[in-house]
């Protein structure tokens, strides 16, 4: 079996693909009004996101500063709760964060007097109205990601599909300056050129989930700019290709340059943005933590391996489509 | 920490965004269900990259074939 590793990408890229649009998200509360509360009686309206509240009433909770204030749920339907309780005086924190059963809503309240804290209530077991049977396998449901967390599956693969095809370049680069071979020279280039295509869908798939989350398709991150630029290294890296008219004099020149630029692509891709002294808003980078704190229980990652896998034989696949074709063509011409 | 600040801040920036005017169709479209829509998007262009390699692809192969003709 020769092409065992092609249906092996196949494999991996369907599991991974209906895996990650299938699974569902965790059971979370994702809104509450009003958003501000005083002391006084007061209604919140809660707003769940996959929680499958059963009827009746369960209990409630107001945690400021780790003090609590007990309070009774009601709820209206599967995805909305209305708690009643007595605010108390003299809350400590600006942030009361709103509990419901066994869910909670960290910070979800604003108080805007502050005291010297609160007397703290036995919230007693209530009954469980959360039905979190038929959820057993779920992504983490996080505030401001919320279904997007999805994307992990499909944005972070290209960019290691890129930097494997970019790294087969360079080895190939490296065999030529031994070899003096063009055919190393044009699995070089081909691995480029396919690269080149993971980072275009790396950048617009990023720029699309940034919009959604950080309110701009594109904002001045180390990381954005720093991915941006090895793009365009490696397009400069074909417009070199292109300025040089002997083809042995060409192959050296370029695989000097791309040694460089595979040099830069791990700079500016891994050691730049995680210098202590810069800030970045992406996860991973720059003070910033990736999505492995969201992933204590191995979920994430359970599908996004294969799908990294998937990606990368994808690549590979194209990148040896793309030689052949180059070598055919190559063969027509001489 | 700088994570959760920054989280923090762009919430308040968006809750305001959200209560100061009726939201565009982009913010409708990429916000709405869960934000279900941008995973769709991302998806879809990632479909339509890998498509138009295919078709840089094709051309390469047509133009081999008229060569071949002669």
Redo the contacts between chains.
Sequence with gaps: MKYWWKFLGIGLLLFA?IAA?RTP?SPALVHVSP?RVAPGPAVVEVLG?NTNFQKGSTVGYLENAGQRVCGSAEVIDATHLRLTLEVPAGMKDHLTTVGIDQLRYD?ALFTEGLGSGIESGACGPGVNKIDLSGVAFTFPNR??????I??LH??VP?WFAMIFLMGISVVYSIRTLGSNSLEHDRASVSAAQ?GL?FC??GL??GA??A?????AFWTNDVKLNGAAVTGLIYLAYLVLRGSVQDAHKRARLAGIYNIFAFVLLVLFLFVVPRLNAI?S?H?GN????GFSDLDLDNRLRAIFYPAVLGWILLGVW?FT??NR?SK??DQ??R | MKYFTSLALLLFTLQAKAQNAAPSWLEESLYGNGKINTVVIVVAIIYLGIGLWMFSMDRKLSRMEKKLKP
């Design positions: 693909s649009l998200l958003d996101y910070g505030s401001i990601l919320y279904e997007s999805r994307n499909f944005h290209m396919v295509v275009a869908l617009i798939t699309v989930w919009r959604a989350t950080w309110g800030d808003l996860p720059g003070g910033n933590g194209m489509l793309k074709a055919l063509n027509l011409d």
